[in-house]
């Protein structure tokens, strides 16, 4: 009988003791979520945290000031606020082609636009796989790289953009949420080659001029520095959009 009443008693304080240990969780968990979310439940804080997020914009890398000036220098023509907005409508329209499995909308991009977007939906298709993009908002585009090389200028533009984009098969969510909005980065490279034939030769641009025959040694120039000739770039005299991707999205 002894022995019981010590095994009682034994098993009492164990269990005070785990309640203890209990409480002293909870409290500090609870503690912890009003310090982080300003709520109870941790569970409710991660929820609010999860939906602040999905409206907060992502913050790209903005060189645009820096950047700006020195594709004017080669480029006087060049508009900054045009090709934003074109690249902006790109990156808009790619995606929905990829949602609707349909070029439809693509007919005036160029074609490395249409052959990556084209591949996503063949790609797709394949898999079996609806993959969707939905309301999809544009909040910022910078300049985030400006490179000559080979014959080539390409910038590289960084947009904030805001999505819903999940991918689904026979009704089963394969990634993505449907409800939830994602704040994302994309990268989308608009590319003016001035010599196609050299664009992918090591030696540079490659151009003289077509008066007094003077080494034209810098992208975008329009006349010879030598004899102030008119300079007419070869081949593809245009900017155009090339190639876009996801740089990162923030999610909880």
Same mark, same amino acid.
């Given at each position: 009988?002894?022995?019981?009443?010590?095994?009682?008693?034994? @098993?009492? +304080?164990?269990?005070?003791?785990?309640?203890?240990?209990?409480?002293?969780?909870?409290? &500090?968990? %609870?503690?912890?979520?009003?310090?982080?979310?300003?709520?109870?439940?941790?569970? =409710?804080?991660?929820? %609010?945290?999860?939906? =602040?997020?999905?409206?907060?914009?992502?913050?790209?890398?903005?060189?645009?000031?820096?950047? =700006?000036?020195?594709?004017?220098?080669?480029?006087?023509?060049?508009?900054?606020?045009?090709? &934003?907005?074109? *690249?902006?409508?790109? $990156?808009?329209?790619? @995606?929905?082609?990829?949602?609707?499995?349909?070029?439809?909308?693509?007919?005036?991009?160029?074609?490395? @636009?249409?052959?990556?977007?084209?591949?996503?939906?063949?790609?797709?298709?394949?898999?079996? *796989?609806? =993959?969707?993009?939905? %309301?999809?908002?544009?909040?910022?585009?910078?300049?985030? &790289?400006?490179?000559?090389?080979?014959? %080539? +200028?390409?910038? !590289?533009?960084?947009?904030?953009?805001?999505?819903?984009?999940?991918?689904?098969?026979?009704?089963?969510?394969?990634?993505?949420?449907?409800? @939830? $909005?994602?704040?994302?980065?994309?990268? !989308?490279?608009?590319?003016?080659?001035?010599?196609?034939?050299?664009?992918?030769?090591?030696?540079?641009?490659?151009?003289? +001029?077509?008066?007094?025959?003077?080494?034209?040694? !810098?992208?975008?120039? &329009?006349?010879?520095?030598? +004899?102030?000739?008119?300079?007419?770039?070869?081949?593809?005299?245009?900017?155009?959009?090339?190639?876009?991707?996801?740089?990162?999205?923030?999610?909880?």
């Amino acid at each position: 009988m002894k022995g019981f009443i010590t095994f009682g008693i034994i @098993l009492l +304080c164990i269990v005070l003791v785990l309640a203890g240990i209990v409480i002293y969780v909870k409290n &500090k968990v %609870r503690k912890f979520s009003r310090q982080m979310f300003g709520t109870d439940s941790l569970t =409710e804080g991660w929820k %609010r945290q999860e939906e =602040e997020l999905s409206m907060t914009p992502a913050s790209v890398s903005g060189m645009t000031r820096i950047l =700006e000036p020195q594709i004017q220098r080669d480029f006087p023509e060049f508009n900054w606020v045009q090709f &934003k907005n074109k *690249a902006e409508e790109a $990156l808009r329209l790619s @995606l929905l082609a990829i949602s609707m499995h349909s070029m439809e909308q693509m007919s005036d991009m160029s074609d490395a @636009l249409k052959e990556q977007v084209q591949g996503r939906i063949l790609e797709n298709e394949a898999s079996g *796989a609806r =993959e969707v993009y939905d %309301r999809i908002r544009i909040h910022q585009t910078e300049i985030a &790289k400006y490179e000559k090389k080979n014959g %080539r +200028c390409i910038i !590289t533009l960084q947009s904030a953009v805001e999505h819903i984009h999940y991918k689904e098969k026979e009704g089963r969510l394969l990634s993505g949420r449907k409800e @939830l $909005l994602e704040q994302t980065k994309y990268n !989308t490279e608009l590319m003016y080659i001035q010599d196609e034939n050299r664009a992918n030769e090591n030696h540079g641009v490659g151009l003289t +001029c077509p008066n007094c025959g003077a080494p034209i040694k !810098t992208l975008g120039v &329009k006349r010879c520095e030598y +004899c102030g000739s008119e300079v007419v770039p070869i081949n593809m005299q245009v900017w155009s959009l090339q190639h876009f991707y996801e740089v990162t999205y923030q999610k909880v």
